[in-house]
């Protein structure tokens, strides 16, 4: 549902997709009860994304990713029969973690412990001094695996042993959304992490609304994301997918590079990448920009898009390719943010420095964001408001928010989804 985001009159997004209009509660950013019952209906319920194929693209390759919410550590292995299964980093002996990670080959796995010994498809193999044992039931003492399925390159894991709904439910329109889109650089992100003092959804909410842009950004992307014709830039579309969801953000088609940024016009001056937020060039992209849910509406005045898949990830898409950003409960008022940005080999110099750039560009974004974050957790941890007032392109924090209530209040994952 494309809109005239620079017209006199308001968007009109909210109502169009169905969602009310009243304000939002303010108590599930600071609640230990709502902690707690986010762990445990909904990211110990819902497929977790954790990695990309191209992490692990041979036999024996293996990662140890983090579900810090839950406190589980999770070996994602690439056995020789191309299956990549996933396992609970725990030994059947006492329990200790048995791959330190973050990531290698290796057809088998030992326990830093006492050297028991997994293939890397789970089977337990090998048993120091096995006699002095009493009959361990081997076939039954293998790593402990965890659901894992993969779509389109992403790999997700659930943590209910026999999930409730497939990952092709769970994903429901959000698959056809972004089916066949051709991820360009996946091999190659830039990633950054941090620990923030910050409620997982006051960060992910200032990467889903641009309300905030011209405020918080003034010196980076002000005016890369608002006009004079679009002065608070507002959303160009919005649509629910499901449980999921994805806006597309305005971008300001007259840009000029400020002429004092001698770096940045150099830079830009002959890589025809489109936006000064673009990693590669629009020719490279050609084959990622033709998919029909990236810039969804063909607008002439498009920066980028969020593509929301619930609970806590983000597939962004702009101009020169894709980057990811996601949020993990640690408590009521802490989370892990990671964010990885795809970025081409460079095939010269001048697009190496155009590259760097562009890394530099965006960390420095990113970290006016995270800049902000403890300071509203901390007016949020005030109790002064119970009720946040939402306008239409916070449209994203509407909805997330209406999902997780149902998630919280759902015994099950198909009421839940209903
Ligand atoms: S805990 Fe792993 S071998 Fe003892
Ligand atoms: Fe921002």
Redesign the pocket.
Same mark, same amino acid.
């Given at each position: 549902m494309a809109q005239d985001a620079t017209g006199a009159a308001a968007t009109n997004f909210t109502r169009g997709i169905g969602l009310h209009t009243k304000p939002v509660p303010l108590e599930p950013y600071r609640s230990a009860s709502f902690f707690a019952a986010e762990r445990d209906r909904v990211f110990a319920r819902a497929w977790l994304m954790l990695a990309r194929v191209e992490e692990l693209p041979a036999p024996g390759d293996y990662v140890v990713k983090s579900i810090p919410t839950n406190g589980v550590s999770v070996i994602l292995s690439h056995a020789k029969d191309g299956r990549i299964r996933g396992f609970y980093n725990s030994c059947s002996h006492r329990g200790s973690e048995v791959v330190a990670g973050p990531r290698g080959n290796a057809a088998r796995f030992t326990c830093p412990y006492h050297s028991w010994t997994y293939a890397n498809d789970g089977r337990l193999v090998g048993i120091p001094d096995e006699p002095s044992f009493f009959a361990v039931d081997k076939a039954n003492c293998g790593l402990t695996p965890i659901a894992t399925e993969t779509w389109e390159g992403w790999i997700f894991v659930n943590l209910q042993r026999r999930p409730e709904v497939s990952l092709a439910m769970f994903l429901g329109p959000f698959a056809v959304h972004l089916a066949g889109l051709k991820y360009q650089a996946a091999s190659t992100p830039v990633v950054l992490t941090a620990d923030l003092d910050a409620n997982w959804k006051v960060v992910m909410d200032?990467?889903v609304e641009t309300y905030? %842009?011209p405020v %918080?950004?003034p010196k980076t992307i002000g005016t890369t994301f608002s006009s004079k014709m679009n002065p608070f830039a507002r959303l160009l579309d919005a649509r629910k997918l499901g449980i999921h969801q994805a806006v597309s953000m305005y971008g300001n088609p007259e840009y000029v590079a400020n002429p004092d940024n001698r770096v940045e016009a150099l830079a830009y001056s002959a890589a025809a990448t489109g936006s000064v937020i673009a990693a590669a060039t629009t020719e490279g992209a050609r084959a990622f920009l033709e998919h029909p849910s990236v810039n969804p509406t063909g607008s002439g005045t498009w920066s980028m898009d969020v593509n929301h898949l619930f609970p806590h990830t983000h597939i962004d898409c702009g101009p020169g390719g894709f980057w990811t950003h996601q949020f993990w409960p640690t408590s009521p008022n802490t989370c892990r943010y990671e964010v990885r940005f795809y970025v081409p080999q460079a095939q010269n110099v001048y697009e190496r420095f155009q590259q760097e750039l562009y890394v530099g560009r965006v960390a420095e %974004?990113v970290l006016?964001?995270l800049n902000n974050v403890a300071r509203t957790q901390r007016g949020i941890d005030t109790g002064g408001k119970d009720f946040m007032q939402i306008q239409d392109s916070e449209i994203g924090i509407r909805h997330t928010m209406e999902q997780l209530m149902k998630w919280v209040d759902a015994d099950t994952v198909a009421e839940a989804m209903a």
């Open positions: 200032a990467f905030h %842009i %918080i950004h %974004i006016e964001d």
